[in-house]
């Protein structure tokens, strides 16, 4: 099946090796002049030089502390697409290092970088969220993400945006939800995540079942979860990429924490596929299909099935990880329990 691809190939007439200056010899101060002086073509040759040099973090400190984000942010707006294009690619990389990200947070880009993902060019929109997705990495630029109320938004765009977008989304979404959950599921974020775990992307419906765990770790994202997701991921734990049964066992510890989301795993038919992933010694999804089983003992149900079957668990007492260990234990204290 063939995928929209975004391009970030530049029109044919910006020649970067016609710059006045060769690579690495002119100085910050006069590409940011550059970068004010109101002729185009100076100020693509800028940009692009620019996405070089911001490659050194001293450079990108450097960058800063002449005042570049001011006018970087200004260029944001620029009617040009090649402009917008680089001007978001030199932010993409400057915000991988955390000197760049506070940068950014400091001077208020969180909110220049909300009008553009409506840009009509692919690339734009696509930087753009790259640069949302790893300001999100840092406490304080998940914060202000929230604080900016694009959540939204953000999980609006996971309708319409190609696969390598929604991608970003996802993973800007799982570091802002660690955070707080309210407005997304305010914004119906769990069906919307729930047709994810079924798209024709692994990679899709692992960041998808992560975003539905970091749901899960807040209290008012439990019950939602359990009425919407526990068959989907349940039906996940049987996929054939390792990957994906670890992040839908993962997200189903958190589902299946209320009793209506147990009986639903139950039915289901949960516990043989995480059995089986529980025996598999080098299964991805070993911890995480532990707690699901001992949630599940809970019930009476549950505990008779699961009785036939604590040699699974005692295996697992001699695992080299000890929170693989301790789980274990505390399943098999679960099962045993007598009323």
């Given amino acids: 099946m063939a995928h929209a691809r975004i391009s970030a190939n530049l029109p044919p007439d910006i020649d970067p090796t ?3 200056l060769a690579f690495g010899r002119r100085a910050l101060p ?7 002086s109101g002729e185009l073509l100076t100020q693509q040759r800028a940009l692009r030089t620019l996405c070089d040099l911001v490659h050194d973090p001293e450079k990108v400190y450097q960058a800063i502390e002449i005042g570049f984000l001011g006018n970087l942010k200004t260029l944001l707006r620029h009617h040009d697409t090649t402009v917008r294009q680089k001007t978001t690619e030199a932010l993409c990389t400057m915000a991988t290092y955390n000197l760049g990200r506070q940068g950014l947070l400091q001077n208020g ?5 909300t009008e553009l993902l409506d840009d009509p060019e692919d690339i734009c929109r696509k930087n753009t969220h790259q640069v949302l997705e790893r300001m999100a990495k840092s406490p304080g630029g998940a914060v202000a993400i929230l604080h900016a109320g694009l959540i939204p938004l953000l ?5 319409t945006e190609p696969d390598g ?8 979404l799982s570091n802002c939800l660690h955070v707080d959950a309210t ?5 119906g974020a769990v069906p919307i995540l729930k047709e994810k775990l079924t798209h024709s992307l692994v990679t899709i ?6 975003v539905l765990s970091e749901i899960g770790t807040h209290a008012e994202g439990k019950g939602t979860m359990c009425e919407e997701v526990v068959l989907v991921l349940v039906g996940l734990l049987e996929n054939a990429d390792p990957d994906v049964q670890a992040s839908a066992a993962g997200a189903l510890k958190f589902a299946i924490v209320k009793p209506q989301g147990r009986f639903s795993a139950l039915g289901a038919g949960a516990i043989p596929s995480l059995l089986k992933l529980v025996a598999e010694e080098k299964s991805k999804a070993r911890l995480s299909a532990i707690k699901a089983l001992t949630l599940l003992a809970e019930l009476p ?6 009785l036939g079957h604590r040699a699974v668990f005692q295996q697992c007492l001699g695992d080299p990880q000890e929170a693989v260990r301790r789980a274990a234990s505390t399943a098999i204290r679960v099962i045993e329990w007598k009323p």
């Avoid at 880009?109 to 970088?113: G, M, R």
């Avoid at 999980?155 to 309708?159: A, E, Q």
């Avoid at 977008?165 to 800007?172: C, G, K, N, V």
């Fill in 205 to 210: 419906r692992i960041k998808a079942a992560l």
């Fill in 18 to 20: 016609k710059a006045p």
């Fill in 30 to 36: 006069k590409l940011n002049e550059e970068l004010q």
């Fill in 301 to 306: 149900q549950g505990r008779r099935t699961l």
């Fill in 183 to 187: 407005e997304a599921l305010a914004a």
């Fill in 109 to 113: 880009f969180i909110s220049a970088l």
């Fill in 155 to 159: 999980i609006s765009k996971l309708k």
């Fill in 165 to 172: 977008i929604q991608e970003l989304i996802l993973d800007a």
